[in-house]
């Protein structure tokens, strides 16, 4: 990062390891291109190294699959919850986890639903080895999630997760979409949504109390509570607001609750019943 955001003095170097291969390095920046399915390991030292950012970038325009995403990459955790998907058919989702350390680690998912949480065998006791990584369909776990949000929990070590939302409708590829663990809070500020569009806001409890959660619009015009933005999530559960019958536009999302939750908000841009994408 700038020295004159870290106040770093000296130069800085960044590492790139694909898989097993050879790192690729830079003088504080590098970038690589994937080929095949495989994690990316990415340290950096020096002076400047406490202010490092990395991101990974997918893009597809085929007959059944469009859409461009960017994910930030992230530090590995035991415990995770991601939010994207739907139950929209045509509509999957997809768990990557990686695994930085060198030894197997044994990871349990879940998905909290409106309905409140589901588990299935399926989810349990999967294996991601070590320097390696594991995906995961989400309608073996939740086939019949209506608001998704996956909890992911880590034993033996720790893990990186990506959620993968892909969507065709009917044959017509509608979007594509990455995103990472969500963190909770009990005061949340999303801070771009794209409105231009009807979307929704996708809010969830991981802990086992209930949470009263209030939503607020935020534009160029100011403060604006959200129509039907206050309301009551249950433990463990999830909750879809929709966002639409808005000034087109590009708004922020403060929210605000009294236990910790999560929350993302999905946009979507298409034309009819052509090909689109989304974003959360």
Do not use: K
């Not at 007959?63 to 590995?76: Q, V």
């Not at 409140?116 to 776990?141: C, E, M, N, Y």
């Not at 608001?147 to 033996?156: A, D, E, F, Q």
């Amino acid at each position: 990062a700038p020295s004159l955001v870290t106040g770093a003095q000296g130069p800085g170097q960044v590492d790139l390891t694909v898989g097993s291969a050879a790192a690729t390095s830079g003088p504080e920046q590098a970038s690589t291109t994937v080929a095949v399915p495989t994690p990316v390991q990415v340290d950096a030292t020096g002076s400047a190294a406490p202010g490092l950012s990395a991101v990974q970038a997918f893009a597809a325009d085929s007959a059944d699959l469009r859409g461009l995403t960017t994910a930030p990459c992230t530090s590995s955790m035991t415990q995770a919850e991601l939010i994207a998907g739907g139950a929209a058919p045509g509509r999957q989702e997809r768990l990557v986890l990686a695994n930085p350390g060198a030894n197997e680690v044994t990871v349990d998912v879940s998905v909290l639903d409106s309905s409140g949480p589901v588990t299935s065998d399926a989810g349990r006791g999967i294996v991601v080895p070590g320097h390696g990584r594991t995906s995961v369909l989400l309608d073996a776990v939740a086939p019949a999630a209506q608001s998704p949000i996956v909890s992911v929990s880590v034993r033996g070590g720790s893990v990186t997760a990506a959620l993968s939302d892909a969507w065709l409708d009917g044959s017509v590829p509608a979007g594509l979409e990455t995103t990472v663990p969500a963190t909770a809070g009990t005061s949340l500020v999303i801070p771009v949504v794209d409105l231009e569009q009807a979307g929704l806001l996708r809010l969830g409890v991981p802990g086992t109390d209930p949470a009263v959660a209030s939503v607020r619009l935020l534009s160029s015009d100011g403060v604006t509570p959200l129509t039907g933005g206050v309301q009551t999530i249950a433990g463990r559960s999830s909750l879809d607001l929709p966002l639409a019958g808005l000034p087109a536009g590009t708004y922020a999302l403060a929210v605000e609750s009294d236990v910790p939750i999560v929350g993302a908000a999905m946009s979507q841009a298409r034309v009819d019943a052509g090909p689109g994408d989304i974003a959360w």
